[in-house]
Each structure stands twice: as C-alpha cells, then as structure tokens.
C-alpha cells in the first residue's frame, strides 16, 4: 500500500500530497523515523480517508447524543433529589469514576454532571460507546441504591402491593359475609314467596265463592289481604303473552277522547293513566287516589251517562249479574261493554252471549283466538229491569278460576 509519510518530501513531493490528500502533516502527528515509532496506531491510508469521513458524518450524531445524555442525567438528579432527604445527604459530595477520571456521576446538578456523554478530544467513537456505557451503568446503581434506601411506604410499587392485599381482603371477607348471608336470604324469600303464594290462592278461591259484599268485609278487616292478592294477580297476568288491558287502551285510542269511561275492577287505575278521556275507576279497595271505593254491583254514576264499560278480568264473584245489570243501568244507548275474562271460566259460549242479549247486550265482535283469555264487545240495544232473576240465567254463571300450585 501507499504511505503518505514515504512520500519524497521535496517541494514536488509534498505539493502533490497536498493537492491529492490534503495536509497530511496536519492531521497525522510526526514519527519517530529511525525507529518506526508512532504516537498513534499506524494505518493505512484507505483506513485514515474512511477515519476522515467518518468523522465529518458523526460530528451531528454525537452533538444530538450529548443533548439526549444530558436530558437524562438531569432527569435522573431531579427523580433522586425528590424520592428521599438521605439521598440528598449522601450526593452532596461529588462520587468520582474509578473507571474514568473526567466523569462525574450525575447525582447533582453541576457543571461536572453536564459533562457526561460529551466525546473524549480524541474523536474516537469507541470512547464515547464506553461513556454511554459507563452513563448506563451509574444510573442503574442510583436506582439500586435508591430502592434500598426508600422505605417500603415510599415506593409506589410496595404501596400498589399494600393496596392490592388490601383489597384482595376485602373481596374475601366480603365474599365470605355473601356465602354466609346467601343460603339464609334465599331459604327467607322462598318461605315468604310460598307463603304469599298460598294465601293468594285461597284468597281467589273466597272472591269466587262469595259474594262482592263478603270480600269487602274481608279486605276491610285484613288490610294486606288486598296487597297479597293484588300482587298474585299481577305476577300471573305478567306471565300471559298478552295482557286484555293493552288491548282494551289500544282499542279506546283509536277512538274519541271525548268518550266517557268506566272501568269497573280497575286495580290501580292503569286505564285511567294511560288514556286521554275521562275515567272513572272503582274497585273494592283504592290503591292510590284516581281509584273510587265501591262495590261494582251499585256505582255512583247517574243512568245512561258512560260511552263505554270495561270489564277487564273483573266479573268474579257469586253476583256478577247485578255488576252486568249496573253496567247497562249506566251506559247510553248503543253504547258499548267490553269483556275480557279468563278462557277455563267459560263452559260454552253461545249460553253466555244468549243470556246477555236477554240483559239487552248484543254482540258486536268477539276474539277467542288467545289461549289465556277470550274478549268481546256488546252493545247496548235496550235498557233492563233491575229484578232480572239471577238463576235464569244460567249461562252467565261462570266457573272460579284456581291457579295451580308451582
């Protein structure tokens, strides 16, 4: 290979190299000629052009490298100033570096610490890899050492851990009540459940089997038999595909708000809540104020003063022909009576609709494709006598309706 410092050093010689590869004088020291001897390693000349060029590319590299080291080494000084007063105690005197005399570690903020990273005056890469290094290294010591000497309440990580057990603990106590509560809860709801459900059924079997006098007695002297009951009654319509009494409020919605109402057994007055026009509810017992004590067998409605009567799964009891009579008392002429009851009560349809004709209601439409419940409308064609003989009408004597144990 070619070597530039045999090169003949006669003004033709040196204004060549000069002109070829610069001032090599410059930028590689003098030798000792006799004995071969460099201050420096020896290289090639192709090893010293590429040592050139590489130092013109890496001169921006290292100078963005500086910065970020700096950046960290601040960033390491304020974390460590912050997590403990000992660690403030023990960094005021500055730690020199066995392993590089000219570097300080970084735990303050002086001008030695922002000396770090910079590159040696040599300009060789390899000495600034192993200040990266060394950087690398002090900051995992300072961590090491920071962790041993904060205490367990100071660490976030312990108090996460603290935090977790804690909840952890909880959760199981917790849980432990739960297990301990559940079996006892349930067993309690499923006596009170069954017993409800008991008293419902034989509640519905008296309302049946008696008189709308006999049940009022009843609900009177037993507040929360009516609750019981009305609670049952509600739990097993909600269990039927169809509720009648959606049927019935779609059906007053298509006609006129100015139609007057009566919904006799109303419950709690769902009709009057959900409809436009005027109603008036009456039950035996009042749920709330739009509800009207009454028996349904004599209401407090002038003659021929309704548009329309409802009876929605209210014709029980021994005397649900005086509560038909009272419904033709009050409607006008031509005015109309809707029926929804229960399709087991029913032995044959045709007695049924006969013996309402003889009250003076005939049949206007009729819907028995439900399985739960059959709907009808009658109209009034003609005014009765209130001593209608009950027994002749043996078509209107419905079954009672039971529910089954479950």
């Known amino acids: ?30 030798r000792e000629i006799s004995g071969h001897t460099t201050k420096t390693d020896q290289i090639t ?92 290294q002090e900051k995992d010591s300072e961590n090491k050492i920071s962790l041993k000497e904060k205490p367990n309440d100071v660490n976030p990580q312990n108090k996460k851990k603290v935090q977790n057990k804690t909840m952890q603990e909880k959760d199981n106590e917790s849980k432990t009540t739960l297990k301990e509560t559940k079996p006892t809860q349930n067993l309690k709801d499923r006596l ?34 009516f609750e019981i009951y009305h609670r049952g009654f509600t739990a097993q319509v909600a269990t039927w595909p169809v509720n009648p009494l959606d049927l019935i409020i779609k059906w007053i919605k298509e006609r006129s708000p100015k139609l007057v109402i009566a919904d006799f057994g ?11 026009n005027k ?34 799964l209210s014709l029980m009891g021994t005397n649900l022909v005086q509560f038909l009579i009272e419904a033709n008392r009050v409607l006008k002429t031509s005015g109309v009576m809707k029926i929804a009851e229960v399709a087991s009560r029913f032995t044959g349809l045709k007695p049924f609709i006969g013996d309402l004709k003889k009250l003076g209601f005939d049949l206007h439409k009729k819907n028995t494709s439900n399985t739960h419940f059959y709907m009808f409308d009658f109209i009034k064609t003609k005014t009765t006598s209130p001593n209608v003989a009950a027994d002749e009408l043996r078509g209107l004597k419905l079954k009672p309706c039971s529910y089954k144990k479950r």
């Not at 509800?291 to 009567?309: E, G, H, R």
């Open 1 to 30: 290979m070619f070597d530039c410092s045999e090169w003949d050093e006669t003004d033709q010689g040196s204004e060549l190299c000069d002109e070829l590869f610069g001032d090599v004088s410059k930028s590689i020291p003098a």
């Open 45 to 136: 000349r192709k090893q010293w052009k590429l040592k050139q060029k590489n130092k013109r590319k890496c001169k921006n590299k290292f100078r963005t490298i500086e910065k970020k080291q700096e950046m960290e080494v601040e960033k390491t000084c304020s974390e460590t100033n912050k997590q403990s007063k000992s660690m403030k105690e023990s960094t005021k005197e500055k730690i020199p570096n066995p392993a590089c005399p000219d570097v300080v570690q970084p735990n303050r903020k002086t001008k030695a610490s922002k000396r770090i990273g910079k590159p040696l005056n040599d300009g060789n890469p390899q000495s600034k890899k192993k200040v990266k290094s060394l950087t690398t």
């Open 192 to 225: 009170v459940k069954k017993l409800e459900s008991s008293r419902f059924r034989f509640i519905n079997e008296q309302i049946y089997s008696q008189s709308s006098e006999a049940t009022i007695k009843t609900f009177s002297s037993d507040q929360s038999a």
């Open 266 to 276: 109303c419950g709690e007055a769902e009709l009057a809540k959900r409809v436009k």
């Open 279 to 312: 109603v008036h509810s009456f039950d035996l017992v009042a749920v709330n104020d739009q509800v009207t004590v009454a028996d349904i067998s004599n209401v407090p409605l002038t003659d021929a003063s309704m548009d329309v009567v409802v009876f929605s």
